[in-house]
């Protein structure tokens, strides 16, 4: 079952939130809806939008600034707070002012609060699933494009953290990076010498690797794809280098995470779990919104 907690402190909104919500509509509207040309101009109305399903509200700024760019008049009055839990058809919001703009307007601001309450509530039961240990959960940078940072909101939304925005904001020296570089050390090295000012991660596929992350002292070192035994093993190492060189490396898991596995992951220790199935493998939240009369109120 979801747990039912509201964050008290929202995450801060994204600064492409208002260019994202331009690109959407352009992408839908285009040179105008010729179909709410059936409705009179002077026509107003309320519509109310319900949850079919239960999920993480989340995507609330992203749907009220569709109605502020479309049409100020229109008013959105929401029943429940972002990062809320909804009960199935629960209504959420009342949507009232001119009919043209509300109905223009509906299929862009529902697409943004399919989705990024999709992202909240998939990351929502990942954390659940974790609670009472120390992980954190973790995106990627598996984003739908275009919508990195409104999906980077929504996890946060969830309860999760994230990782990385891009390749610009910290140094990740993977697999293809350590073949290409001729080795672990080599990579980190050449990193090393970068000065880039970023934080230096390296991903590791055994614990050979492992190893050579903790004797760099690298910030973190993903383990990807180990099994549960070897992630404690991997974990050991750890708590044995910092004991004895007084360092901190983060270990985060990476690979194969379900909310099958992901307790038994948590529970070998380690301090993170990144898991790009919260932003990539979604089901969209079943929202809809329906005429509820006319006139304001």
């Not at 697409?111 to 699933?129: H, K, P």
């Not at 990385?164 to 672990?184: M, P, Q, S, V």
């Not at 404690?232 to 750890?238: D, G, Q, R, T």
Request: glycine residues 8%.
């Amino acid at each position: 079952m979801m747990d039912r907690t509201t964050l008290t402190t929202l995450p801060k909104l994204p600064a492409d939130l208002d260019a994202c919500v331009e690109r959407a509509l352009a992408e839908d509207v285009g040179s105008g809806d010729v179909t709410a040309r059936l409705v009179p101009e002077t026509a107003v109305v309320r519509a109310e939008v319900f949850a079919r399903e239960a999920a993480v509200v989340c995507g609330q700024p992203w749907f009220q600034r569709v109605y502020e760019r479309l049409d100020p008049r229109v008013t959105v009055a929401w029943d429940i707070k972002e990062t809320s839990s909804t009960r199935v058809d629960q209504r959420i919001a009342l949507v009232s002012g001119p009919a043209r703009a509300v109905l223009t307007g509906e299929r862009t601001a529902l697409n943004f609060l399919q989705l990024l309450s999709a992202t909240a509530t998939a990351t929502r039961r990942f954390v659940d699933r974790v609670r009472g240990t120390p992980v954190q959960i973790v995106d990627t940078r598996k984003t739908v494009p275009g919508l990195r940072t409104a999906q980077k909101y929504a996890v946060a939304c969830g309860g999760g953290a994230n990782h990385r925005f891009g390749l610009f904001d910290a140094i990740l020296i993977k697999e293809n990076h350590i073949a290409a570089a001729g080795g672990a050390h080599a990579a980190i090295e050449r990193a090393r010498a970068l000065n880039a000012g970023v934080k230096l991660m390296m991903e590791a596929e055994n614990l050979n690797e492992v190893q050579a992350g903790l004797e760099a002292n690298v910030d973190l070192v993903l383990l990807d794809d180990f099994p549960t035994h070897l992630l404690s093993k991997a974990v050991a190492m750890a708590r044995e280098y910092r004991r004895l060189n007084k360092v901190r490396t983060v270990l985060e898991a990476s690979g194969g995470v379900t909310l099958n596995n992901v307790r038994d992951i948590a529970d070998t220790g380690v301090d993170r779990i990144s898991i790009g199935g919260i932003t990539k493998h979604i089901q969209a939240v079943d929202f809809s919104m329906r005429i509820a009369g006319h006139g304001g109120g």
